[in-house]
């Protein structure tokens, strides 16, 4: 059984991934693609900046 959802606000988001991406920008090494994880978490940040505009939360679910 999955645990029940979580909905986040816009802000905890754009901090959680500003601060990833600065940390990938400080040691690229991290991961092994990092101009595409960039690319990814840029989108990502786009994503909550607008929910934040329109008073949004989010949730982030991952499929494998």
């Known amino acids: 059984n999955l645990p029940p959802e979580e909905w986040y606000d816009a802000d905890h988001g754009i901090?959680?991934?500003?601060?990833?991406?600065?940390s990938i920008r400080r040691n690229p090494r991290a991961v092994k693609a990092p101009d595409a994880v960039l690319y990814d978490l840029d989108s990502m940040l786009n994503v909550l900046t607008q929910a934040k505009?329109?008073?949004?939360?989010?949730?982030?679910?991952?499929?494998f």
């Open 15 to 22: 901090d959680y991934i500003t601060q990833l991406a600065n």
């Open 53 to 63: 505009d329109r008073g949004l939360k989010w949730h982030l679910q991952v499929d």
